[in-house]
């Protein structure tokens, strides 16, 4: 019986302190003198462009998402500009955006120049697909309809659309419309 409980005693001696992380090894302290924790916080920086512009989230993008290559037929029929690979359009009343590029887009600020020369911000997409084409509404954009219902219909008018990465775009974005800008 002594030589069982001898082990044991000696054993029990070897528990971590529950409050300090310090271990007894045959007569010498060891563990953590003091311990610090570090966590990362997380911004979410989307939500800052609400106030400023229309904001299209990727859920409303991705319902009228659609795949540019999706067989032959349709591949033949499309304008690519290695200048605009991310073209945007105003057709019949409707926003088209088509994204060549093989990158996935994020917060991309979608913008026109209107008759009279001025500046449009139509509004920010959180995420445009790559090897995508998207088709929306042009009731989605306020500024949009605004801006067409001061033009006279008489008026031959055909607006330049841009894309452009924002503050809030990822590095990838920012790095892409970069690089487009050099061309």
Same mark, same amino acid.
């Given at each position: 019986?002594?030589?069982?409980?001898?082990?044991?005693?000696?054993?029990?001696?070897?528990?971590?302190?529950?409050?300090?992380?310090?271990?007894?090894?045959?007569?010498?302290?060891?563990?953590?003198?003091?311990?610090?924790?570090?966590?990362?916080?997380?911004?979410?920086?989307?939500?800052?462009?609400?106030? =400023?512009?229309?904001?299209?989230?990727?859920?409303?993008?991705?319902?009228?998402?659609?795949?540019?290559?999706?067989?032959?037929?349709?591949?033949?029929?499309?304008?690519?500009?290695?200048?605009?690979?991310?073209?945007?359009?105003?057709?019949?009343?409707?926003?088209?955006?088509?994204?060549?590029?093989?990158?996935?887009?994020?917060?991309?600020?979608?913008?026109?120049?209107?008759?009279?020369?001025?500046?449009?911000?139509?509004?920010?997409?959180?995420?445009?697909?790559?090897?995508?084409?998207?088709?929306?509404?042009?009731?989605?954009?306020?500024?949009?309809?605004?801006?067409?219902?001061?033009?006279?219909?008489?008026?031959?008018?055909?607006?330049?659309?841009?894309? =452009?990465?924002?503050?809030?775009?990822?590095?990838?974005?920012?790095?892409?419309?970069?690089?487009?800008?050099?061309?």
């Amino acid at each position: 019986m002594r030589k069982l409980f001898i082990p044991l005693l000696l054993f029990s001696a070897l528990e971590a302190n529950e409050k300090n992380g310090f271990f007894i090894e045959a007569g010498f302290e060891t563990g953590l003198l003091e311990g610090t924790q570090t966590q990362e916080k997380r911004h979410t920086t989307t939500k800052n462009t609400y106030a =400023t512009y229309n904001y299209l989230p990727t859920d409303t993008i991705l319902k009228r998402a659609a795949n540019l290559f999706t067989d032959a037929k349709s591949i033949s029929q499309l304008n690519f500009s290695s200048l605009s690979p991310v073209k945007v359009l105003y057709i019949g009343g409707k926003l088209t955006i088509e994204n060549f590029l093989p990158y996935n887009l994020s917060n991309v600020k979608l913008s026109f120049t209107d008759a009279q020369g001025n500046m449009i911000d139509l509004g920010v997409i959180e995420t445009i697909p790559k090897h995508s084409k998207i088709v929306l509404p042009g009731e989605t954009f306020d500024s949009l309809k605004e801006a067409f219902d001061k033009i006279d219909p008489y008026t031959f008018f055909f607006p330049k659309f841009e894309a =452009t990465s924002t503050s809030v775009s990822d590095a990838n974005t920012q790095r892409v419309f970069e690089t487009l800008n050099k061309i």
